[in-house]
């Protein structure tokens, strides 16, 4: 069998060693930073992951999901929060047997490490930064941090699980034919925190994502295992563009006191260390890859490095663990091909790929600027009955992408047709007893087939 190297040891790349080393393979892998379990590598950079039904399948195929959901934090629904200080909680899904995770990006990535640890044919090497690549000769240059030396490797397949910022891809841009592009929201985010009571318990409601939309702003809430929220701010950088409530404008102590006390009042009294929180912590970035193609010989992109996406539908791990899914499959149906497992595998999920992130931006808008309208809650009531009446016609964007693993193009494509069905039926009414239900069904069976 091949020796695979992974160059990236973070949620893909550990995973993938897991998958490729059930199969036999000799996997090596490569990690710039430090080995997180020994060393802090700082926070203030983590957005909490929201694990669902297609990261939890590829769990479940390597036999990790038990153990897994031991750290992960059911949530059943977003409470939205006004700016009077009202919540209303709107179901992710039918029931409270469809719901996401709440997990903690830091502690799933070292326990997913020290699973692949557990095979002797898995070998995690940390502080090597990839620094070159010949394609001619295949053979990869690595700087070690801690010697200082410069190390080359030759790998049969090597697969890039480095994220956003992938070295691998960015040596595959000097390929001839290689499609790039990145697009920078102009928003950033703050990590904030909500401790846990002194008696360890949540000070919100544990089971939900909480959600502060203040149109062009919000703050968001996820739960962790030791009763704390880890709490995000999203913002737009500049003045220009978000006036007072921009980070380049609350820049001083008494401008973050005063942004805070006209927009979150409910909440601040909950975070004692606010104020330090959010000048220490830096301000991340929100960033949309795509790419093509992702394969060049034995070269291949997985994960954020071929496709990085905003966080708004919570998908960006469960993507990247589903590329592992659809690998993981073709190798099983290709046997050592890796011509055709690789080529297979490009066709399958860049198409899918692409959908996802659009789906993630559209999905920003509806949770900045469209959950507290009392049109989309509306709109919400008329999208339930319809899925009760015609579950497998008319399914929620939502519950296609989070609850089902049916592709994110399809999701996409359907998504488009069913909101101009809702905004038909809801026009000009604000009242169930209202909607036109005959109508409703003419469009479902003229527009909508079955999946």
Excluded at 98 to 115: D, G, T
Excluded at 154 to 166: F, K, Q, R, W, Y
Excluded at 222 to 247: Q, V, W
Excluded at 423 to 446: M, P, R, T, Y
């Amino acid at each position: 069998m091949k020796k695979i190297t992974i160059n990236g040891a973070g949620l893909a790349g550990s995973l993938l060693a897991i998958y490729l080393a059930k199969k036999g393979y000799d996997v090596d892998v490569f990690e710039k930073r430090p080995d997180m379990r020994i060393k802090d590598t700082g926070g203030g950079r983590s957005i909490n992951l929201a694990l669902s039904v297609r990261g939890i399948q590829a769990l479940k195929e390597v036999g990790l999901y038990e153990e897994i959901k031991q750290i992960c934090i059911p949530m059943y629904g977003r409470m939205i929060h006004s700016i009077d200080g009202q919540t209303t909680f709107l179901r992710y899904g039918k029931d409270d047997s469809e719901y996401i995770n709440s997990v903690s990006r830091a502690e799933l990535n070292m326990k997913l490490m020290n699973m692949a640890e557990q095979y002797k044919n898995v070998n995690l090497y940390f502080n090597r930064r990839c620094t070159g690549i010949n394609f001619e000769t295949n053979e990869i240059n690595y700087f070690n941090e801690v010697l200082n030396t410069n190390e080359n490797i030759n790998p049969e397949i090597l697969i890039a699980t480095d994220g956003a910022t992938s070295p691998v891809r960015v040596e595959m841009l000097k390929l001839p034919r290689f499609n790039f592009s990145q697009e920078y929201e102009n928003y950033g985010y703050k990590e904030l925190n909500i401790p846990a009571d002194k008696n360890g318990n949540h000070m919100l409601e544990k089971n939900c994502l909480h959600i502060w939309p203040r149109g062009s702003y919000m703050l968001i809430a996820l739960p962790n295992m030791d009763g704390s929220f880890t709490c995000t701010l999203f913002m737009a950088y500049d003045e220009l563009l978000g006036g007072k409530n921009s980070f380049e404008y609350v820049n001083s102590p008494d401008r973050l006191k005063y942004f805070l006390n006209e927009n979150f009042i409910d909440v601040i009294g909950l975070m004692p260390e606010l104020e330090d929180d959010y000048f220490k912590n830096p301000t991340g970035t929100l960033i949309t890859i795509k790419c093509f193609p992702w394969i060049h010989n034995k070269i291949a992109l997985l994960g954020d490095s071929a496709h990085a996406i905003v966080p708004f539908f919570g998908q960006g791990m469960n993507a990247a663990f589903e590329d592992c899914v659809y690998l993981n499959g073709y190798i099983e149906k290709f046997g050592d091909d890796w011509n055709k497992i690789l080529d297979e595998y490009q066709k399958d999920r860049k198409v899918n790929a692409d959908a996802i992130a659009d789906l993630a931006q559209e999905n920003f808008i509806e949770m900045r600027d469209l959950v507290a309208t009392e049109k989309f809650q509306f709109k919400k009531k008329i999208e339930s009955e319809l899925y009760k009446k015609y579950p497998t016609r008319f399914i929620p964007k939502y519950t296609m992408v989070t609850f089902m693993r049916i592709p994110y193009k399809t999701a996409l494509v359907r998504g488009k047709i069913q909101e101009k069905i809702l905004n038909q039926l809801s026009d000009g009414i604000s009242d169930l007893e209202k909607v036109n239900w005959s109508l409703a069904e003419k469009l479902i069976d003229f527009q909508l087939s079955e999946i």
